[in-house]
């Protein structure tokens, strides 16, 4: 990422580290996702005025209807596969492949997945059900599937080299089993699994109880939790790396590009979610107190359930959270802050406190729009790109997005929001306040508060 103007810099500046210079490459960002942001996104609705962007314009998700017996998950950002039934059987058909994926406007990559997209679609069964799964292999390698934490025969639990040769390419292989569980469940290839999870290949499998249990979910919600090496200005993960990923996902979709979750005031949402990442992450969801309720342990018996505002979903886990829906447009997002960033440098000398003022002059005679960190807020960066002060790396989305009815969130990554209303019709667009019930500016502050 070093190039002969970052040198330039360095030696004017005569201050900083070679990592400097790298990381404030990485921050400063193009200016191409500006628009696209605002007004290319797939569910921008004209009701909302141009300056509320992104992350309000989401069209709603529909409420499933119940179908035998159980309610189907939605999968945001994401799609359910379809089976067929023979004689008993549900049939579905997976296909490892090459796809172009979208992380946001103005970030696309080749990444590896199913079907068309990573993650792959969920598959969606009952208890008790016999499930025959083909896998068709289109990708340049070897791949196998397998079916994250589902009690099945050892011969088809898609380990190459241990219960299977590798499915080669061009070949298709049949797994078929019979459902004898609940919960919540994850598939992924266990052939080359460093590179291709770090691809993108992964998808969820729920499976819904065969009696229904109480109290039923109105909206069943499926996230998968990833995180990719895409750096800056380049088009494929990169899979070596271990630690410093630059995205951070919800199906595979950064803020404010992840669906929010809708819900209507008292209704009981279920959020699954899966971790296939390389990282541990403490999702916490404002507003209520939720219930942890299930795992891939099914959903737990009710006295096992425990009240959180934060869960740690581990990798290779899943947890199911549940809560009746309160009005307001929720925050729900990872709580390890850089992830809820997107592509960022590291190993930035920590100069907080410091008056950068004349070295931050100095740098932006070779670098317009270089800013220091710690003195105007991620909200003045972000400003700055928007307008087009700083220019980076193409293909590469801002550092942070989304802009609320306030101004600019300072987040991106695994970032959403869990818009709830007292009825719902179309976008529910920015939640309003009852009056009264908001944080205000004060012109006088009361005298003799204790401090
Ligand atoms: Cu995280």
Request: glycine share 10%; hydrophobic share 35%; net charge negative.
């Amino acid at each position: 990422m070093i190039n002969r103007r970052d040198l330039l810099v360095a030696s004017a500046a005569g201050l900083f580290t070679s990592g400097l210079v790298k990381a404030q490459t990485v921050m400063a960002q193009s200016t191409d996702t500006h628009d696209h942001s605002h007004h290319d996104h797939a569910n921008h609705t004209p009701e909302v005025p141009a300056k509320t962007t992104a992350a309000a314009a989401h069209t709603p998700i529909e409420k499933a209807a119940a179908v035998d017996g159980y309610r189907p998950v939605v999968t945001p950002n994401g799609r359910t596969l379809g089976y067929r039934m023979n004689e008993g059987v549900k049939e579905f058909h997976l296909i490892a492949e090459e796809v172009e994926h979208e992380f946001g406007p103005g970030n696309r990559i080749k990444a590896w997945g199913y079907n068309g997209s990573t993650p792959g679609p969920t598959i969606e069964a009952v208890e008790g059900d016999r499930v025959r799964i083909y896998v068709t292999n289109k990708l340049p390698e070897h791949t196998t599937v397998h079916w994250h934490g589902i009690l099945l025969p050892w011969g088809m639990d898609g380990i190459s080299g241990l219960t299977q040769p590798p499915i080669k390419p061009g070949e298709t292989w049949v797994y078929e089993f019979t459902l004898e569980q609940n919960g919540t469940y994850m598939y992924h290839p266990h052939a080359d699994e460093m590179v291709q999870m770090a691809m993108g290949m992964m998808g969820m499998f729920i499976i819904h109880p065969k009696t229904p249990t109480e109290p039923p979910v109105d909206r069943d919600y499926a996230v998968l939790l990833h995180n990719w090496a895409v750096h800056p200005g380049t088009y494929r993960p990169d899979p070596s790396v271990m630690t410093e990923f630059d995205l951070w996902t919800m199906n595979s979709k950064v803020f404010p590009f992840i669906d929010s979750l809708v819900a209507q005031t008292g209704e009981r949402v279920r959020i699954r979610m899966g971790n296939l990442s390389m990282w541990n992450h403490p999702m916490h969801l404002h507003g209520v107190q939720f219930d942890v309720t299930g795992s891939d342990g099914g959903r737990w018996p009710q006295n096992q359930w425990r009240k959180e505002v934060t869960e740690i979903v581990g990798v290779g886990q899943t947890r199911d959270i549940e809560f009746i829906a309160v009005p307001g447009d929720w925050a729900f997002h990872c709580h390890m802050s850089h992830h809820t960033m997107n592509a960022m440098g590291h190993g930035i000398p920590n100069t907080l406190g410091a008056n950068q003022k004349q070295a931050e002059a100095e740098i932006r005679k070779l670098v317009p729009g270089y800013m220091a960190m710690g003195e105007h807020g991620m909200a003045e960066h972000q400003e700055h790109v928007d307008m087009g002060h700083m220019p980076g790396p193409a293909n590469t989305l801002p550092m942070m997005m989304g802009e609320g009815p306030y101004g600019k969130l300072e987040m991106g990554g695994m970032f959403t929001l869990v818009k709830v209303r007292d009825h719902l019709h179309g976008d529910p667009g920015w939640y309003s306040p009852p009056e009264g019930t908001q944080a205000k500016p004060v012109q006088h502050l009361p005298e003799g508060l204790p401090t």
